[in-house]
């Protein structure tokens, strides 16, 4: 079992910058890749970004350009940067975690609880 928290939400005017931090506890060696999943108000949860075991990182097209995930040099604590925040940017970030290269949520077994980014005007 794999055990997430994120941190690092709040509210931040548009164009502001706000940091995430996923930590990860448990069975960390078994995850080969972390990942950073959205959901905004009434619309379905999507992929954000992901790095890999190897350190590849991916991105979404709607945070191209405007986001950095890493993690630490003990790979238990994932980040995401989000730069040049905007109001569409509003929604809930999750971790999550799992065992395969992926940007798909089936393939990703172990989710945090989530935290809120709300970008005002």
């Known amino acids: 079992q794999v055990y997430l928290v994120e941190s690092g939400g709040g509210l931040v005017q548009t164009g502001g910058s706000l940091t995430l931090s996923c930590a990860a506890s448990g069975r960390t060696e078994t995850i080969l890749n972390m990942g950073w999943f959205r959901q905004a108000p009434g619309k379905e949860r999507e992929f954000v970004a992901r790095?890999?075991?190897?350190?590849?990182?991916f991105h979404s097209d709607a945070v191209q350009g405007r986001c950095t995930v890493s993690r630490d040099s003990g790979k238990t604590t994932m980040y995401l940067q989000l730069n040049n925040l905007k109001p569409e940017d509003t929604a809930v970030y999750y971790c999550?975690?799992?065992?395969?290269?992926?940007?798909?949520?089936?393939?990703?077994?172990?989710w945090g609880q989530g935290t809120r980014i709300t970008v005002s005007l």
């Open positions: 790095i890999q075991d190897n350190d590849r990182t």
């Open positions: 999550a975690a799992g065992p395969f290269y992926s940007a798909l949520e089936k393939n990703y077994p172990y």
